[in-house]
């Protein structure tokens, strides 16, 4: 029963981090540019990195084999990042981390080191422990609406450091 929530809570992360990255490409290919990529390299990952999350959020709600991969790939997207983060925070980047593209305004820094934490823990609890029943619909809405909610609340959360930060 977590692995499907797992499952549903990734689906959710990686479809509304791809899908706000499109809507915000210019600032993720800033972002991309802070590490010294040349132009045609930051277009072309400005672009995969966001459709890789798209249809890694979507293995997730694939059976068992399909789900599996969908967990390596997270996996292997979350070193991708943990190799960036780690970057910036060595050549003390201070900038957005575009994590969700606009849609929250975290930077580099410890938020981004637990996100990602979080985020392989429940991909290799997915990876680990397979899917065993399918929840019904009315549990897979429920699971997804209460993953919204965790990523909203996570957002807030961003926004409520933020500005306390102004004050």
Not at 30 to 39: A, C, D, K, S, Y
Not at 104 to 110: D, P, R, V
Not at 139 to 153: A, D, N, Q
């Amino acid at each position: 029963m977590l692995t499907q929530f797992l499952s549903n809570f990734l689906f959710i992360v990686f479809f509304i981090s791809g899908v706000s990255k499109l809507l915000s490409i210019r600032s993720f290919q800033v972002t991309i540019n802070q590490f010294g990529m040349l132009r045609r390299s930051t277009r072309l990952i400005s672009w995969a990195v966001p459709m890789l999350e798209i249809l890694i959020s979507f293995m997730f709600l694939g059976k068992h084999a399909i789900a599996t991969l969908g967990a390596v790939l997270a996996l292997v997207l979350m070193l991708a990042f943990s190799m960036i983060t780690f970057i910036a925070l060595k050549r003390k980047i201070d900038s957005s981390c575009n994590c969700f593209g606009k849609l929250m305004n975290s930077k580099f820094g410890l938020g981004t080191v637990l996100h990602i934490i979080v985020l392989s823990l429940a991909a290799c609890y997915v990876l680990i422990y397979p899917k065993t029943i399918e929840f019904s619909l009315k549990e897979t809405i429920s699971s997804m609406l209460i993953s919204v909610g965790i990523v909203v609340m996570y957002s807030l959360i961003l926004e409520f450091k933020d500005a306390s930060r102004m004050n």
